[in-house]
T-cell receptor, first 111, second 112 residues
Framework: NAGVTQTPKFRVLKTGQSMTLLCAQD?????MYWYRQDPGMGLRLIHY???????AKGEVPDGYNVSRLKKQNFLLGLESAAPSQTSVYFC??????????FGEGSRLTVL | LAKTTQPISMDSYEGQEVNITCSHN???????ITWYQQFPSQGPRFIIQ???TKVTNEVASLFIPADRKSSTLSLPRVSLSDTAVYYC?????????????FGKGTKLSVIP
């Protein structure tokens, strides 16, 4: 039982490049979330999903897109990366009634 | 969105009890209060959750007054390994409030 797995764990991009972060959970959870955390800051919600095929915007959605084609996967895409998107990205999932389970994070640097 | 306010940082000596208070003035009727702990370079992990009065588990206690506008996380006899950032989160653990947002958290430093 791996829980919540994020790939890749580290990535360096140049400004304007695109990439996708993958979050996979094996707990059959309904809800999934993407957060970003900047140095010394709390977590800010980017997008979330309440079920397969549904997504919604969080606090800081600009510059990101998401998809949840399968219940177990939640993808976060950056179409044109900017230095301001340098951050650590955390994925989380939770069941219909319960607490959040987080992945180990993906550290992204945009040069 | 229900917002929470916590002290930015706290210091404590080993062996002392630590109480971290969170303010959530706009908490909704169905909202639970949940606390998470985060170590550097790791994702947050669940500590405790409650709706009202007192909840206790093997690592912490959570006190919630009758008006539910605040809550206090109590860590008994802290050790160096309790140095971390603690987040208070209010939201519905069931159907309803899906958008779970975090505050800035409280950085607890335990001193030998």
């Amino acid at each position: 039982n791996a829980g919540v797995t994020q790939t890749p764990k580290f990535r360096v991009l140049k400004t304007g490049q695109s990439m996708t972060l993958l979050c996979a959970q094996d707990m059959n959870h309904e809800y999934m979330y993407w957060y970003r955390q900047d140095p010394g800051m709390g977590l800010r919600l980017i997008h979330y999903s309440v079920g397969e095929g549904t997504t919604a915007k969080g606090e800081v959605p600009d510059g990101y897109n998401v998809s949840r084609l399968k219940k177990q996967n939640f993808l976060l895409g950056l179409e044109s990366a900017a230095p301001s998107q340098t951050s650590v990205y955390f994925c989380a999932s939770r069941p219909f009634s319960g607490e959040l389970f987080f992945g180990e994070g993906s550290r992204l640097t945009v040069l | 969105l229900a917002k929470t306010t916590q002290p930015i940082s706290m210091d404590s000596y080993e062996g002392q009890e630590v109480n971290i208070t969170c303010s959530h003035n706009n908490i909704a009727t169905n909202d639970y209060i949940t606390w998470y702990q985060q170590f550097p370079s790791q994702g947050p992990r669940f500590i405790i959750q409650g709706y009202k009065t007192k909840v206790t588990n093997e690592v912490a206690s959570l006190f919630i007054p009758a008006d539910r506008k605040s809550s206090t996380l109590s860590l008994p006899r802290v050790s160096l390994s309790d140095t971390a950032v603690y987040y208070c989160l209010s939201g519905d653990s069931g159907a309803g409030s899906y958008q779970l947002t975090f505050g800035k958290g409280t950085k607890l430093s335990v001193i030998p």
